[in-house]
């Protein structure tokens, strides 16, 4: 069965400094990858989506990045953060050939929050 | 500029009785609606879907109902239970394009 693990649950994280989120998926091959950020009363907002290994897109600007090293590893980063990272980040994936929207399965998500 | 938009912020209805979320889009490409339920520090669950050539999807107690002249969907949740207390998410997408998702609605289901 396909499984996503995500983490670290929570994190507090002083302004400036750096930031690593990491995803992964279990049970599936080039799974299509996404992050998403809830923040407080916007819903939740694409930030980055990949459909293979170091294909990144970027859906805002900001003061993140990603990267995908490797088929089933999402990672989430900054150099250094800012208040206005503080969020809930989720990371999701589809399966190719899963057809629909419908396909998408969503981690537990990482509350970060900024100080 | 939202896609997709959810304008109560917030619900609360009686046990028992019936839960009506609505959402609108404005992008007319769209041809694939979803529901999504979300608990406190959890990641968002698939509830139901429709697509554009569909305007009724029912399962269970949940039913969707898409008006795509007037770009409009709704939730209906027939009896709502306490345990549909959660974050509603309206979300939408071309086909195989990316999920839009609205700011969200909290349902409050009071026993």
């Known amino acids: 069965s396909q499984t996503i693990h995500q983490w670290p649950a929570t994190l507090v994280q002083p302004v400036g400094s750096p930031l690593s989120l990491e995803c992964t998926v279990e049970?599936?091959?080039?799974?299509?990858l996404y992050w998403y950020r809830q923040a407080a009363g916007r819903g939740l907002q694409l930030l980055f989506y990949s459909i293979g290994i170091d294909q990144i897109s970027s859906e805002v600007p900001q003061n993140l990045s990603a990267s995908r090293p490797q088929d089933r590893q999402f990672i989430l980063s900054s150099k250094k953060l800012l208040l206005s990272d503080s969020g809930f980040y989720l990371c999701a994936w589809r399966n190719l050939g899963q057809e629909g929207p419908d396909g998408y399965t969503f981690g537990s998500g990482t509350r970060l929050t900024v100080v | 500029d939202q896609q997709v938009k959810q304008n109560s912020p917030s619900l609360s209805v009686q046990e028992g009785r019936i839960s009506i979320l609505n959402c609108d889009y404005t992008n007319s490409m769209f041809d694939y609606f979803l529901w999504y339920k979300k608990y406190p520090a959890e990641g968002p669950t698939f509830l139901i879907s429709i697509s554009s050539i569909k305007d009724k999807n029912e399962d269970g107690r949940f039913t969707v109902f898409l008006n795509k002249s007037a770009k409009h969907l709704s939730l209906h949740i027939v009896p709502s239970q306490p345990g549909d207390s959660a974050v509603y998410f309206c979300a939408a997408s071309e086909y195989a394009g990316n999920l839009i998702f609205g700011k969200g609605t909290k349902l409050s289901v009071k026993p």
């Open positions: 049970g599936t091959s080039n799974p299509n």
